[in-house]
């Protein structure tokens, strides 16, 4: 990665950077969204007046405290990172505007949306950040030749403000069961047709759950998407008096809600992975042997929540083990090999509709890298119904956060100070739960015990 962020890189010279300056020029925008992802993927950031904003973005920055990105879930600020802490001071950090990520706000005329990243003082990348970890890891997969493209499919429910559902029919793909969604799910496709690369939106397999799809991408404008598209789908369910949650499990007797990852590797214009002899491509291959090898120790970083683990049993079209297969939903790894070689890809269908998109998209490719640098092949394609065969998925948030804390080969990929320290906020999450005692607990063993 880049060890300072240059002005050449903050303007981008792309039509959406002419976009962006025209528009601030001509009047039209008056407001500038300037976002980034906290770790666990919510949408931050400032407004601040357009009349503002090119000068400060081409200089210093737009300052925030470091600790923003030192907070869990509730924005709890977790102590004792290595990269960031009280010891520290928890000195400001600058948000540093992608312009080439600019898009205007469908849902506020007159406003626009960049991307940043984030740098310190001394405007090297901030360690925290989780855009910079995605950053470093495609500058690793670059150093050997090739570029990644990811499309990524996120669920989630639509849901009454009290948290109960909105909708009591499940008919996946149902046509009827959209237009019953009707205006909410038409404004979702507007708005995130609008806001992002967007492929499509389907009915899923729980009442009100739908599937969203952006279209195929280089990496970082996926996750880029990814990260607009939570936004946005919050926003429009919240003006309609609903609510969009990306929580993995919200009912023990409904669907799970995923983010499946779809992984191709390139160099220049050709496919990487283009079938031989209708086959995986070596290079296919090793990024399979990669995935399944480090599966276990970076699941923590598409289920960061203790929510997430409750997918991983069978029969939920989640994995609960580490095997490939071709096309078979019930795979952690699903290689689709097509007759296109642009279409032939590897599907990772492990992370959870709460992931941070920039951790799970990093997280895999640094699997990927592995897998290419060490140039094992892995075992043959597994068939038939794979759960419960092959080793078992983390079955808990306390064990993800132990392997992915041991794995070596990750850790330095990933850079071990901004594993250790999202390792540490997501186990604030594992010690709050452990200490807390359910419903269930009191019902089931008050008087019994």
Known sequence: MSETITQTERLGDTPAASDLVRGIAEGSLFEIEVAWSDPF???AGKRIPARQFLDRAQGTGFAFCEAALGWNTDA????GLRLTNWDGGYPDVYAI???STFRPLPWRPGVGHVISDIVRHDRTPSLLDPRAVLRRVLDRLAGLGYTAKVGVEFEFYLLELDGSPIQHDIHAYSLENANAL???LGDLYENLGAFTRLEGIQTEY???QVETNLIYDDALDAADDSARLKYAAKEVARKHGKIASFMPKPFSDQSGSSAHLHISLWQDDTAAFAPVDGAESQVALHAIAGLLDHLPSITLFGAHSVNAYRRYVPDSFAPDTVNWSRDNRSA??????EASPSATRIEL???ASDANPYWLVGSALA?????LEAGRRPPEPATGNLYGKGSPLPESLGTALALATQDDTILEILGADSVLDFASIARSEWVQYQSHVSDWERRRYLTGS
């Open 41 to 43: 993927g919510h949408a």
């Open 76 to 79: 709890t600020v977790i102590d």
């Open 97 to 99: 505007p992608d312009f």
């Open 182 to 184: 009707d205006p909410i």
């Open 206 to 208: 729980g009442p009100g």
């Open 332 to 337: 952690a790894v699903r290689s689709l090999v």
């Open 349 to 351: 269908r492990t992370g």
């Open 367 to 371: 699997a990927v890298i592995a897998g």
